[in-house]
């Protein structure tokens, strides 16, 4: 349906941020229950955590990080173009430009994210 | 109600009223997330491994009333956004008694999990310090 229903840039870009923005919105409330457990059953927390740090659990927060980053960087283009009607002329160079910043953003990210779990160290280190 | 036809995620309504004033809102705590959410996924995936962080990390991160506020500031700005952003989308595809019901158990779910979030950055207690 979205391919075939016009499908031009400012459809998908739409499409996108509405399906991102769902899959964020149910993350929130798994991410608000999760924390409230510290509070009142930190070995149920701890539990939790370690499905969060398991091969899936990476798996589903570098999804999460990109719905997150999509959803913010198209939320600066949607600003942009409200608050600045004359560039919604430029609104698919914007989406573009969006999707440039999502990859060189997201990919070190997603290699920081993903490495444990195919057995490697974490590339970027910090602290001591 | 009528609107201006943008490229927008939502139409901007007219007129000065509540719904203008959730408009606005909604691209404030669009900004205020931007910052903030993008952060601290950044740190909590990026510069800290999710291996590491269990309840005793949780805690001594919360050593600080700083970190306190943000992170109670980044729920409330989340809260918001998520639950209005959805409120839009019930709007879109339900109508009447359905689309009523629906927007009242949301902000009843989202009234809950503010008062579940506020419960735990508020009242967990400080870290011990080693003698």
Known sequence: MLLRYRGSEGMLAWAFHRISGVAIWAFILLHVLDIWLVGVNSELYDEVLAIYASPFGRVMESLLGAALLYHALNGLRIIIMDFWPSMTRYHKQLWYLSWVAFVLIGLPILIQIMAPAIGLEPPFRFGS | ?131
């Open chain 2, 1 to 131: 109600m009528s609107y201006e036809i943008t490229r927008s995620g939502r139409a901007k309504p007219r007129g000065s009223g509540w719904e203008l004033a959730i408009w606005y809102l909604m691209r404030l705590t669009g900004i205020g997330l931007f910052v903030t959410a993008l952060a601290h996924y950044i740190i909590v995936h990026f510069v800290y491994d999710p291996a590491v962080q269990d309840a005793v990390w949780v805690t001594a991160r919360w050593a600080s009333i700083a970190q306190r506020t943000i992170d109670w500031l980044m729920l409330t700005f989340v809260l918001f956004h998520a639950f209005m952003g959805l409120r839009t989308v019930i709007g879109d595809y339900t109508s009447g008694g359905l689309r009523a019901f629906l927007t009242m158990l949301l902000y009843l779910v989202g009234i809950v999990l503010f008062a579940m979030g506020t419960m735990v950055v508020v009242a967990l207690p400080m870290p011990q310090v080693p003698a």
